[in-house]
């Protein structure tokens, strides 16, 4: 039983050397690997590859794909005005020799970001700092970029410790004012409109009053000439009456004279409260008499 657990053993911990000798390199990485903590070899194809056990060589990996890197910093920069501006950016690069970048940059890809954002940033202050406000919104933009880039390659290429990477592209991707400037801006935008704002109404409100009182006055013009024409027709309408009541009148004088009566007599009886009060010798009462209630012919 003992000898058949030692065999078990035995087989078990050839079976981790044997592995701990054996490591896979991804497509997309570097396989390093180290010799007492000096690089042996770097392993740049995809596959199966062999090593001693550890602690004789391990492997460490280093992404070998296109990297992006961005601006985090909002700090502004000084354009050839004097002018504050803040300028969002973007790196698209790779390590390319992967000895070189862990000797002189770092263990990682995040070491190389670091320094390669200072030199970027750097890089952008230099030259924002010899162009105007004009010039980073222009057609001077495109040579803008160009000029970044050709100083951060000539930071990671320098002869002395080259950084082992390549930088394939430096993009601007927003140009904009400090923030205080863009306030002032955005302030004096709103005061500006706010005062078109203020003499549009004011426009408006003089314009309005002048409609109303060209209304008023037409009211009264139309006003005047309806008053006008009614007291013609009133006035022909009267006369007409009038000599219609003094051609009947002529016609019938006795029966007019009762007519009047009548008419008298529904104006001051015209309900059952009123209260005539008459002198005894009053004539208003003629008519009603028994031989006055119709006239002679």
């Known amino acids: 039983m003992n000898r058949i657990g030692f065999w078990i053993a035995s087989?078990?911990?050839a079976l981790a050397i044997a592995s701990s000798t054996m490591f896979v390199v991804d497509q997309r990485q570097f396989g390093v690997v180290y010799q007492l903590g000096e690089i042996k070899s770097v392993v740049t194809e995809p596959g199966?590859?062999?090593?001693?056990?550890?602690?004789?060589?391990?492997?460490?990996?280093?992404?070998?794909r296109l990297l992006t890197l961005e601006s985090t910093a909002a700090d502004p920069m000084l354009t050839a005005e004097k002018q504050r501006v803040v300028i969002?950016?973007?790196?698209?690069?790779?390590?390319?020799?992967?000895?070189?970048?862990?000797?002189?940059?770092g263990l990682d890809e995040r070491a190389g970001a670091l320094q390669l954002n200072r030199v970027v940033r750097n890089s952008f202050q230099e030259e924002v700092n010899r162009r105007t406000v004009f010039q980073l919104l222009s057609s001077d933009r495109e040579a803008l970029m160009a000029a970044v880039k050709q100083q951060v390659l000539g930071a990671v290429n320098?002869?002395?410790?080259?950084?082992?990477?390549?930088?394939v592209d430096v993009r601007i991707t927003r140009v904009d004012y400090a923030e205080t400037i863009t306030r002032s801006v955005y302030d004096r935008m709103e005061a500006e409109r706010k005062r078109v704002a203020n003499e549009l109404r004011s426009t408006g409100a003089a314009e309005g009053e002048q409609i109303?009182?060209?209304?008023?006055?037409?009211?009264e013009v139309i006003l005047a000439d309806a008053y006008r024409d009614a007291q013609i027709l009133k006035g022909d309408g009267d006369a007409k009456a009038s000599n219609t009541f003094a051609n009947a009148y002529n016609k019938d004088p006795a029966f007019a004279k009762f007519y009047r009566s009548l008419e008298a007599y529904k104006t001051s009886f015209s309900s059952k409260g009123d209260i005539v009060i008459l002198d005894g010798e009053s004539?208003?009462?003629?008519?009603?008499?028994?031989?006055?209630?119709?006239?002679?012919?």
């Open 158 to 167: 320098s002869s002395d410790k080259p950084w082992g990477m390549d930088v």
């Open 212 to 219: 109303r009182a060209d209304a008023d006055r037409q009211r």
């Open 11 to 13: 087989a078990l911990l």
């Open 283 to 297: 004539d208003f009462l003629k008519g009603m008499r028994t031989n006055q209630v119709m006239p002679s012919k």
């Open 88 to 105: 969002d950016w973007f790196v698209r690069w790779r390590i390319s020799d992967a000895p070189q970048y862990i000797r002189n940059v």
């Open 48 to 64: 199966l590859n062999f090593k001693m056990p550890p602690p004789f060589q391990n492997v460490s990996y280093i992404d070998k």
